[in-house]
DNA sequence: GATGAATGAGTGTTCATTCAT
DNA sequence: TATGAATGAACACTCATTCAT
């Protein structure tokens, strides 16, 4: 455009790739983002860059995305969801409740570590960033809802304590083990996993009053 | 740039300011950026915006600090030892174990709210500068040893049980606080603050087996 | 800053300089872009360039001015400001009315000739950028502001139609003078400057029903 | 751009399309080419939008013109076809001729204001493209000759100051009116159109000395 | 010591145009 | 002929840091 003043109101979304050749492009180049965020951090995470480490030129970054945000969230996301399903307790320990805690806890764990320094960093950004906080207070409440579903069972099955409030009791025990992570992976406190695993149970266990199963 | 600490040292490191006046203008950098740290986050704290909230010129920056990281690190460090200098005086000594839990978490969260958003932003935002990783452990520490010696007492009175690894359990349990904190202040999870002191108190309790005194 | 979302309020807005060399600075960038608007139109019209041309860096230019279009309003002020002055009949005709009309349609069309391929320019902005066209809007206010004035005496003189409104008169005889100015700069109509001035003076004449001095 | 007309013929000039189909297609990009720069301006302008607006794909843009500019030429040529034919048929005939005159005034605003947005927007914005200046220059002679020779009649008739040369006159009186409607229109000067109309109107034949009908 | 001007590499984004299918 | 993906130079702007006075 000649002048350069004056912004246009309609600026074209980017849609969904029709074309397989599209999806491809499209999938490499989340795939370039979330590797680049994993590998290097913020610095790596610019439209250059990871258009280049998806093999496509610049601009097509901006055909699939509307912005460098907008590739941020869809990774986070995907992130989140992977994650999710991953820490899903084997239904092999259905029927001891403290296997199951145990089970969740090393689950979370382990997803975390493997899969999230994207959430790490994104808990960065989301200080300032709003949609990144509504996003993490999604992902969040995933948790959050089946934890409580899970104690609720078990209070219905008469195996821990009526009297909590499953919804926050969960807030408060995930809190518990997001932070575990945090300090075992981020801030690098040497302690052994697998202790904390089995520490972190206990006091879940004893926190909600679980009962041997009768 | 934070992750740019292990300069090859070529330029004249500023040195402690030997004037009163040199003294006042260092200290009024410091105080500005801790303000702006706390009140605006990472996007206020430029040095432009530091030297300017300081009401000194902005190449005055310069004269004090080698970088914008090196501003950092002091606030840090100041923020660390008024945690500490705090942490001394704390009124840890007697009466109704229960209560002093609930004490404890509520002045936990509060401090967390008011002081220490320096600390949080750095916890979540600087993780590739190892100076700062450690001072925050260091910080850590402080709270996880004074944690694990009441539970230790308690153990010893008979008050609490007596198969928890003290420092572990510490550790796990303030990371359930902390994270908490996280979750409302930062992340603003629309929850009452009171109701969550009362619930993780609780659930301490509960936790540590916590018995009411003969 | 490694967090790329999020944007910061407070973004300084720049000052006028308070030195010699900072005055000198942002006086030669006034200059290269006038320049470079005038010689080159909107494509020449880059801070780049316009840093370039005025020998400083690039950044130096975000220095003095808020964005490209703060310099392009400073310009525009600057060029129509200039072309006001330039344009003031000069006091020596004061007794012939006639003349002093002819006086000011050449002056005018000498001085859009001469300084204002920059306003040329801008009329197209305007089109999508509010800003400039209140700026326009203001510069047309002082033509039509002195062309009242002068109808209104000639009226009180009882040598003009004293049935015009004075302002609306203004108006529509202003607009004629500029578009034709627009007609034989612009798009070049092969036409004589001066017998263009000598035609709509002696239609301006007529128009306003101009009497000869008693 | 428009400034980068006369390119080397490298690649294969879009020629008339063939099939009925394909003149649809043509003929949508046409129409939403125009439409597009009345509603929205240079900022709606591109091909994409353009493309989007006829409900063609991207790419079959470039099927029917060379270039971004091409459509805008394509346009403008369109636009100024209408106005030849439409001129063809002016209601130039007969009456009171300062009635006509009103008439003419009131209708060449309203033309102005809403077919052809387009010559506005060249007009002021495409002062480097030549094949468009004098496409414009062309529009324009067709209503100075039409000017021109209603006024000549009117002096035949008796009814005009004889001195006036009729072309330069109409070229003036019609910069006047045309002026009249980018103010109203593009700089958006708050003046009631009516009120305009009826002044100019009364300007112009006091300009060329109207006098009533015998 | 203090000032404020100067620096310039880096960032996110746009868009006219080309190309493979 | 039609499609939609791909291209990449160009642009406006930021900001930590350095420099001349």
């Known amino acids: 455009m000649m002048v350069a003043m004056g912004r246009s109101r309609t600026k074209p979304a980017p849609s969904a790739p029709v074309t397989a050749r599209g999806r491809r492009t499209r999938d490499a180049l989340v795939a370039a983002g979330r590797e680049l ?3 290097r951090g913020w610095p790596g995470f610019t439209p250059e860059q990871v258009a280049q480490a998806a093999g496509v030129s610049y601009g097509t970054f901006y055909t699939y995305f509307e912005s460098k945000d ?49 959430l790490r960093l994104v808990e960065r950004g989301a200080d300032s960033d709003d ?37 926050m009791t969960a807030i408060v025990l995930g809190a518990m083990v997001e932070q575990m992570a945090h300090v075992i992976y981020a801030l690098r406190e040497p302690l052994e996993e697998e202790a904390v695993v089995e520490h972190m149970s206990k006091l879940w266990a004893a926190a909600i009053g679980l009962r041997a199963q009768a």
């Open 37 to 39: 965020l994993e590998t």
């Open 70 to 118: 907008d590739l941020l969230r869809t990774v986070v996301r995907m992130v989140a969801e992977e994650m999710f399903a991953e820490s899903r307790v084997a239904p092999d320990t259905a029927g001891d409740p403290y296997a199951r805690i145990v089970a969740a806890n090393r689950g979370y764990l382990r997803a975390w570590r493997n899969a999230s320094r994207v």
């Open 131 to 167: 949609t990144l906080r509504r996003l993490l207070l999604e992902v969040r409440e995933l948790y959050v809802h089946r934890g409580a579903e899970g104690l609720r069972r078990l209070q219905e099955a008469g195996l821990a304590d009526p009297g909590l409030d499953p919804r």
